[in-house]
Structures are given as C-alpha cells and as structure tokens.
C-alpha cells in the first residue's frame, strides 16, 4: 500500500506563498489517545501555518501516558502552543508582528476548557504543572483556542489512519496538491 501510495503521488507538491498578504500564523492541534500499542501511549500532531503556507509539522508519540483523551489533547495543545509562540517570536523579530491571538483548532473541548480557564478543575490534578504553561499562552491574548468538528481537524492526518476521503481532505487543507 505504501509503495502503491508513493507512487500515485510522485507528483504531489507542498504549495507554499501564493496571493495570501497577511503573515497571520495559525495551527491545528490534535492527539489519538493510548494508540501505541506497545506503551499505550499517546501520538501528538499539529501543523502550523505562516498565512495559508505550512510551516512546522510533527507527528511524535507523547513522553507520558495520558489518562484520558483530555490528557492526550492538553498535552498536544501544550507541545503545539509552545511551537506557535517559537514562530510568533521568529516572524515578529523579522517585523512581522502579529496583534492579535494566533488561533489554533482544536476538536476536544473539555481540553479547551482546562487551558482557557486557570480554576482548578477536578481530575486534572495530575498533569503536571509545566503542561499549565498553554493557560497563560490564552490569558496572555498570545494565541486562542477555537474549537472545530473532528471532520475538520487537518491534523488528524498526523495522529491516525483516515479514509480516503477524509485523508484527501486533510492533504489538500495543509496545502499538498497533485
């Protein structure tokens, strides 16, 4: 499947520029949940845009088993925000600088919550602290979480085996084109 795969796509090409004028950055965030089956760990995926051109991309298995699908989303959120701030603080230093929050898409809103909102929130006691750092990210109007429907997470591509048509989809939203 994958040699049939790489050679249905030989020609497929990462379009980046275009007519997009604003160097706003953006990202998707998104984690399966215990898809290791080894440690049951979970994998991390996002990609980031400088306007509508894809810029970081990762796909990693997490360093600690989540509890949850919350864990395993917060802490994507968290390894995601902090490479948006990277990007924010690289264009901004090139006189790029963006004023308004970078959003980033994320389909889990229970991990919304936790990271909109410094209140203590009951059972998420054991995530350690230095995941909280995604909270002051939020409060400090540095990037915002928007929630999107999981058929429009692009980074599902980075965390799980899709259908076609969802993978078509998703290939074409990060800007692959054949």
């Not at 909280?132 to 939020?138: C, K, L, R, Y």
Request: aromatic share 8%; net charge positive; hydrophobic share 40%.
């Amino acid at each position: 499947k994958i040699v049939s795969y790489l050679k249905g796509t030989r020609n497929a090409t990462l379009v980046l520029g275009g007519t997009e004028t604003t160097v706003g950055i953006n990202a998707y965030s998104d984690a399966d949940w215990g898809g290791d089956p080894d440690k049951r760990r979970s994998r991390t995926g996002y990609i980031i845009f400088i306007g509508k051109s894809p810029v970081i991309w990762t796909s990693k298995l997490q360093t600690t088993t989540a509890f949850s699908s919350c864990e395993a989303e917060y802490l994507a959120l968290g390894d995601s925000s902090k490479d948006v701030v990277w990007t924010r603080n690289l264009v901004s230093e090139m006189g790029f600088r963006q004023s308004y929050a970078s959003p980033i898409a994320e389909d889990n809103k229970s991990a919304i919550d936790i990271a909109s909102n410094k209140k203590s929130f009951s059972g998420v006691k054991h995530i350690e602290i230095r995941h909280h750092a995604i909270q002051d990210f939020v409060a400090g109007n540095i990037i915002s979480l928007v929630q999107v429907p999981t058929a429009e997470m692009a980074a599902d591509l980075f965390t799980k085996n899709l259908p076609f048509p969802a993978f078509s989809k998703h290939r074409k939203t990060i800007g692959i084109q054949l």
